[in-house]
């Protein structure tokens, strides 16, 4: 679409689902999810991304049907970090769980937040993130 190429990426849900990656002439790589259940397909074809917007709908997976179309914030995160991605910001949450869900976030290190309205971010390519300090 116009210069950026689009990949689009399968996502395990109960309806067919897609979650899309977005490619700039600069190498500059945005990754979106969609609703996706836990699946190593969509953290290998996110890895690397500069960034990742990943739904975090779920408060307990028992919340969801045994297929799993959703995340946790704890396994949004989990594969943010599998993915080696350099910035990630939790979408599709409710905003009466924001505090919490920052402070979930905040343990695994400042690369990955969770998304508010109004929020502008500037995406260029760059090298891997650092890993957080234990």
């Not at 946790?72 to 409710?94: C, G, K, N, S």
């Not at 400042?110 to 971010?121: D, E, F, Y």
């Amino acid at each position: 679409v116009g210069p950026l190429s689009v990949r689009f990426i399968p996502a395990q849900h109960y309806t067919p689902a897609w979650g899309v990656l977005l490619t700039a002439p600069n190498g500059t790589r945005l990754a979106y999810t969609g609703d996706t259940g836990p699946t190593d397909a969509v953290v290998e074809a996110i890895a690397g991304a500069d960034l990742l917007l990943i739904e975090a709908a779920l408060r307990l997976t028992s919340h969801d049907d045994p297929r799993r179309g959703h995340l946790t914030p704890e396994e949004a995160i989990e594969m943010a970090v599998r993915a080696e991605v350099r910035e990630a910001l939790l979408v599709h949450y409710q905003p009466a769980r924001r505090a919490e869900i920052g402070a979930m976030c905040a343990e695994a290190g400042s690369w990955i937040r969770p998304a508010v309205a109004g929020l502008t971010v500037s995406v260029s390519p760059a090298q891997k993130r650092e890993a957080a300090a234990s």
